[in-house]
């Protein structure tokens, strides 16, 4: 068992003295910087939090590497926008742009914001209407009579 364990470590330290570090996939320095540049500004599908650029998902590099491609075939920046727009829609852009099928993402904060503080102003209203009543003289007795049965 200890030399089972022993020779466990041993293989995994020469598999990591042999690892290098991880090569850019694109080798122009060129086309890795615009692809940062215009992933930056990509939603992962997967993740949906995170940019392209930082997405560790498989989809994501699947996504980087047909932007390298586009990249290489000259595309423009918009053109590989529109084309990954056109395949999976607006979602995929952190700035969606402004039309009647993306008013819910602009605009749909703005409006729970304004439901809530009309929710809130009815509340403080309709509290402000229930003033505790206050007892007279014989109503104190009847109930302190009851509270004494």
Request: proline fraction near 5%.
């Amino acid at each position: 068992m200890k030399h089972a364990f022993l020779v466990a470590c041993l293989c995994a330290m020469t598999a990591m003295a042999q690892a290098g570090e991880a090569q850019p996939m694109a080798q122009d320095p060129h086309v890795e910087a615009r692809l940062v540049a215009i992933a930056e500004e990509l939603r992962c599908l997967v993740c949906q939090n995170e940019s392209l650029a930082s997405s560790h998902a498989e989809l994501a590099e699947d996504l980087r590497r047909e932007v390298r491609k586009l990249i290489r075939e000259d595309k423009t920046d918009a053109q590989i926008k529109t084309y990954l727009v056109e395949r999976y829609g607006d979602f995929v852009l952190y700035k969606p742009p402004m039309k009647p099928l993306t008013w819910p993402l602009w605009f749909g904060p703005f409006l729970l914001l304004g439901l809530a503080l009309l929710g809130l102003w009815r509340y403080l209203r309709l509290r402000k209407q229930l003033i505790p009543h206050h007892l007279n003289a014989s109503e104190r007795a009847q109930a302190e009579q009851l509270l004494k049965d």
